[in-house]
């Protein structure tokens, strides 16, 4: 089965530095990668997927990840971050061919004025 | 356009008790989710339906958990009897479907569920 690890628990930022929100997964075959985020009472929301093609994906609110096949990586990424960003920040994973959506444990992501 | 709705928003129940969550997806969405999402943790699929079929439910407690989608529209989780570690917030989502497992989610608000 396929898995994914978010090996920062918590981010922290200034307002207005670039952000990287690290992560790493596992499955066989083709991955198809997603970012969601999940703002204070609010649900989960879709930010950008990788499926094929080109490894920089862009995505909602000015993120973008890049997919890095031979470390198996996912990372988001903001060239400037807004302290409205601040929120929980989900890695999902699933196989081309399977239904079983992975997600990690989240990364809590925190820019400061 | 409507997102997925969800009821009831919270939920308190006494061990042993059962308890049943309601979904209605995005309208023209063949594919409805479950998952269970446990403080401090990611979300885990319970179960994936593809119209009113189930696509997915290894990950469903299938002694105490059951789901059903009639119809291909909405659908029900319900638990019986619920255990202390069944707390959780029970999130659903949609997506376009149609055997295309890229497609992104459409998630509801979740329903929290309390057992004491």
């Known amino acids: 089965a396929q898995s994914v690890a978010q090996p920062e628990d918590q981010v922290n930022v200034a307002e207005g530095n670039p952000l990287t929100v690290k992560c790493t997964y596992s499955v066989s075959g083709n991955p198809y990668l997603f970012w969601y985020v999940q703002y204070p009472n609010r649900g989960l929301q879709f930010l950008l997927k990788?499926?094929?093609?080109?490894?920089l994906v862009k995505g909602s609110y000015g993120f973008e990840a890049e997919f890095n096949k031979s470390q198996t990586s996912f990372h988001l990424k903001k060239p400037s971050a807004l302290v409205s960003d601040s929120a929980l920040y989900f890695c999902a994973v699933r196989d081309s061919s399977g239904n079983d959506m992975r997600f990690g444990a989240g990364t809590r992501l925190t820019v400061k004025p | 356009e409507a997102g997925v709705a969800q009821s009831p928003r919270y939920k308190i129940i006494e061990k042993r008790q059962s308890v049943a969550f309601w979904c209605n997806p995005i309208?023209?969405?063949?594919?409805l989710y479950w998952y269970q999402q446990i403080l401090g943790q990611g979300p885990k699929l319970l179960i994936q339906?593809?119209?009113?079929?189930?696509?997915?439910d290894s990950q469903l407690p299938k002694d105490r958990f059951s789901a059903e989608r009639l119809k291909g529209v909405d659908s029900t989780l319900k638990i019986q009897p619920a255990k202390l570690e069944d707390s959780a917030v029970y999130l659903c989502?949609?997506?376009?479907?149609?055997?295309?497992?890229?497609?992104?989610?459409?998630f509801g608000p979740g329903t929290r569920l309390t057992v004491l």
């Open positions: 989502a949609s997506s376009l479907g149609g055997g295309f497992s890229y497609n992104e989610q459409f």
């Open positions: 339906f593809q119209n009113n079929g189930v696509v997915d």
């Open positions: 309208s023209g969405h063949a594919t």
């Open positions: 990788y499926i094929t093609g080109d490894n």
